[in-house]
């Protein structure tokens, strides 16, 4: 399985952006699908996870403002990404849990080893003042 990010680029801060992630080589439904955000020097978090179920959980510093969602005709993970500030600057993956039991969300947000098996290249978000 491939995923491949699409959507990143340049924008002025209260702006839009819309992420789109694309699963290849797909033969099964994903247990679940997250998006993360790295800042250079800083760990990978996770910011927005859907299950599914269709069930949805966000960081606190995203709530409000982004939405995860999924095509699963076009094996697509999407984020809706409004007000934009700032700090919302970084690197963005996503990834998924594929293969082995399903993982509670929890895992998934965090990106447990266990859980997330699968993850795109990235794509860069810069937000400016």
């Known amino acids: 399985v491939y995923l491949e990010e699409s959507g990143g680029g340049s924008v002025q801060a209260g702006g839009s952006l819309r992420l789109a992630c694309t699963a290849s080589g797909v033969a099964t439904i994903s247990h679940c699908m997250a998006w993360f955000r790295q800042v250079p020097g800083q760990e990978r978090n996770g910011i927005a996870v859907?299950?599914?179920?269709?069930?949805?959980t966000y960081a606190d510093s995203v709530k409000g403002r982004f939405t995860i969602s999924q095509d699963n005709a076009e094996n697509t993970l999407y984020l809706q990404m409004n007000s934009l500030k700032p700090e919302d600057t970084g690197m963005y993956y996503c990834a998924a849990a594929f293969y082995g039991m399903r993982p509670t969300m929890y895992d998934c947000l965090t990106g447990a080893p266990h859980a997330i098996d699968t993850w795109g290249q990235g794509t860069l978000v810069t937000v400016s003042s």
């Open positions: 859907t299950d599914s179920d269709g069930r949805t």
